[in-house]
Each structure stands twice: as structure tokens, then as C-alpha cells.
């Protein structure tokens, strides 16, 4: 069943077409992942945060990478990471013209 | 600028197809809100969780909505509301196939 998956955590930059071009290899081996349908980048600059919104095929796979993007953010000495996993309710998506 | 809008709650149901039943009227209203690009329903039957991913055509109507709906959850008995607001780096987003 298709898995949200967010993530957020505090950040400290860099922002913008900086963090574009910091992060853009890191962005491609995650196009890889297995599982994923897509992942929307966040920032805001003003609260110091970042993260992500994940569509992923299966649970299964969503919960494999929660763990390993979860590491990984730990590895760069990010803190106070939330990540929360949903279902997504595909019927009222729809009414509100979600991209599933 | 596109603004991404997260929230998520302390939820006790109903889940599923019930849910849907329940807040398609309400989905129905939140389609028409001004400057509303889509909206994502997101549900945790086991985790007592729920909320919802919008993108939203700009900042200010992003900003108009959360406070509307952080008070009609309110006023629904909702307590525990985490509502974060972010902007969108749409470069990585696009190599990770995000529907923006």
C-alpha cells in the first residue's frame, strides 16, 4: 500500500540554490531508492529546518529508508529528527486534486 | 512562492473507508480554498495519527489556511497539532520526480 513519509529536522543551511548545489548528488542516489515514487525537498530558512515529503510504493520500503535516511542524517550530526509514516487516504486525495 | 503545509495530530478515527465517509464534505470545502494546489489526507490507524500535505500557490493563503484549519480541529476537540510550513527547493525536487 502507498506509504507518506515525512521527515523533518533542524538544519542549518545551506539554503536555496546553495543547498541545491550541495545536495543535488545526494537527490540522484535517492531517485534510486527502491520503492520510491517521488520526494519533495523542504526548507525554511527563517526556522532553521529541513526535510522531506516521500510517496513510497509500499511500506515495506518506506520503512527501510526511514531507517537508512534516519542513519544517514545522524552520520552528518543532525539532531531532534521527526519522521512519521502514514497511509494516504487515496479517496478525499483525490477530491482535493492530490498528485498520487 | 510555492509553500509545502504540514500537519499531523493525535486522531481516534474513523480510519479507511469510514473517514472517508465521515470528511468528504469537508474535503470538498477544503478544495475550494483560495490558492489550494493539492492536498494529501494521511491516516495511522495504528499510531492514533492523522493530518494532511498541502502545496499552496504562495506563502500568505498558506499561511490563512493553517490558522483556519488549526481551529477547526480545535474546535473539532484536536489537541497536539504540529503544523510546519516550508518552502520548496524545486531543483532537488525535480530529480526526485516531485509532482510540483
Do not use: C
Request: net charge negative.
Amino acid at each position: 500500500m502507498t506509504t507518506l513519509l515525512q521527515f523533518d529536522f533542524p538544519f542549518d543551511g545551506p539554503w536555496g540554490a546553495r543547498m541545491t548545489e550541495a545536495l543535488s548528488g545526494l537527490a540522484e542516489d535517492i531517485a534510486a531508492e527502491n520503492g520510491l515514487i517521488w520526494k519533495i525537498w523542504t526548507e525554511n530558512e527563517v526556522e532553521h529546518r529541513a526535510g522531506g515529503i516521500y510517496l513510497f510504493a509500499d511500506e515495506t520500503n518506506a520503512a527501510r529508508y526511514a531507517a537508512r535516511h534516519k542513519a544517514r542524517l545522524e552520520s552528518f550530526g543532525v539532531t531532534g529528527i521527526v519522521s512519521r509514516s502514514f497511509s494516504v487516504n487515496a479517496e478525499l486525495s483525490a477530491i482535493t486534486r492530490a498528485p498520487l
